[in-house]
């Protein structure tokens, strides 16, 4: 599964879960952290902590398992780092203040 690929696949397991707002950005070109983010929003600590669930456990399905997974004790930005492929998942408001994609507005969304 290419990076694209397994980005997509977030996505989806994401949209399935009712994740809101949910973004890929192709940071590769201008950062060796990886070359996707995928962002995506929960309405509160509990629906984070399932859609960082979800993922883990579909993902785990197909033998992807997460290099390491911070943030999911206090559930209002948890992180899953698939290598090439790094998941955020917001609790809303911590969305809002942080604004990744203001940071990173310089990168490709992909089209999904």
């Known amino acids: 599964m290419t990076s694209?690929?397994?980005a997509r696949e977030i996505a989806?397991?994401?949209d399935s879960k009712k994740a809101t707002d949910i973004k890929v950005l192709n940071i590769g070109e201008l950062s060796s952290l990886g070359d996707y983010f995928v962002l995506a929003s929960g309405s509160n600590t509990t629906q984070t902590k399932a859609l960082c669930d979800e993922i883990d456990e579909q993902l785990g399905k197909l033998g992807l398992?997460?290099?390491r997974i911070e943030g999911y004790q206090s559930a209002s930005w948890i992180l899953l780092d698939y290598v090439d492929v790094i998941v955020h998942i917001f609790y809303s408001e911590t969305r809002e203040f942080y604004s990744l994609e203001r940071?990173?507005?310089d990168v490709k969304q992909v089209e999904l």
């Open 65 to 67: 398992n997460p290099r």
């Open 103 to 105: 940071l990173w507005a």
């Open 12 to 14: 989806k397991i994401l």
């Open 4 to 6: 694209l690929e397994l």
